[in-house]
């Protein structure tokens, strides 16, 4: 009762100080800030680990390689891919297995030149991969794919192309005559566009029937890899000895965390350095706590003196203006924690408004990698927020608050 009348006195009566209102608005800020850094690491790691596993292999079987006699160059082709596929299908975790045939080449359309990777994979298969054949954002039907190619959207506007148009694929590694190699040129129809969500694929990959890619990179009989889809790519690692025995002994693994684990690894280093930062942003608005609570005790020597003379313990002081100072940090911590909330679950018309403030540059895809900002809120990310709030608030309310339960009645009422 007695921390409430004081928390609710006007500041002429000596309650709640200016220091306390500032206080309780840092601390505010403080975990606004915190809650929105976290989720948008978390909604950012979603969405790039997501683009990563819904376009591209969990798991690459390549071949150890074998060298070639005549030429020295190292074979990695898979010349039993058919069954080795089907071994590779049979171990338990996996949901698909697609040969593919690989190559970087160049893409020309009316004076345009792009240059891009080429991925030959079969209809059926192109259609399993779910940010490729299953996303939301494509043009055209997947269903026409084996009649021409499938292009990521990037190409398409590197190219100015659209569906029906022609792009010219050109490879350097071509047709073999008795004046050398040849380049080999040969023009496909657009039937497919689509958009993985990551702006490195979708301004490079360009996919292309199997059969039809064997013949264009002299693949014939053979594939150059197995892509590997499993049930639980987290835990992708249990399966690598499994698949090496159903690949065989000449196999060799390259999984999605080898491919991306450095970029991922700077992530977690760079979450956690901005969770020190913040939390000393919010250590720096809790200690405004102590400057308050400093002033109302300094106010309230009067009261605590008479308080005191009355039989009230020193333990009962304590507790009077410790509640004061946890009530700003209790409010603030709330306070943040619905800004923050906020901020996350409406992020996109935020992030529509300051893009539109900066005139549309304010996220480039192709430093970020994908196209927009995203947030999601964990449990546990607000959970640690709120903890590293109220705890804090209530160890820097501590000194002042036994500051004053300590305070001599006789010396608070000897000018009084």
Known sequence: MIAWRYLRAKRAEGGVSVMTWISLIGITLAV???????????????????TILGANA??????????????????RTLPDYTEMAARVADVPGVIRVAPLIKGQVMA????????????????????????????????GR????????????????????????????ISPNGVKTPFGTKPRVNAYPVTYIFSAGRWDI????????????????????????LEVMVEEPEEVDKLMMPLLNAAGERAQLWTWRDASGGFLNALEIEDRVMFV????????ATMNIVSGLIMLVKNKGRDIGILRTMGLTEGSVLRVFFICGAFTGLIGTALGVILGCLFAIYIDPIFAFVNGLSGGNAWDPSIRG???????????????????????SFVVTIFPARRAARMNPVEALRYE
């Open 108 to 139: 020309n359309a009316r004076n345009r030149n792009a240059g891009i990777e080429v991925f030959g994979i079969a209809p059926e298969d192109l259609r399993s991969i779910p940010r490729i054949g299953q996303g939301d954002a494509h043009e």
């Open 370 to 392: 994908i196209y927009y900002l995203p947030a999601k809120l964990e449990l546990s990310d607000v959970a640690s927020a709120v903890a590293l709030s109220l705890g804090l």
């Open 202 to 225: 979708d301004r490079t990959r360009v996919y292309m029937p199997f059969d039809e890619a064997q013949v264009f990179f002299n693949r014939e009989g053979v594939a150059d890899e």
């Open 277 to 284: 930062i913040l939390a000393i942003l919010v250590l720096i």
């Open 32 to 50: 606004f800030a915190l809650i929105a850094t976290l989720a948008v690491r978390s909604g950012f790691r979603a969405e790039f680990v997501d």
């Open 142 to 169: 997947v269903e026409d794919f084996a009649d021409g190619i499938a292009v990521g959207s990037g190409v398409a506007r590197e190219l100015n192309v659209s569906l029906g148009d022609t792009i010219k694929i």
């Open 58 to 75: 969990h798991v690459t079987i390549y071949n150890l390689g074998e060298v070639d006699p005549q030429t020295g160059a190292i074979d």
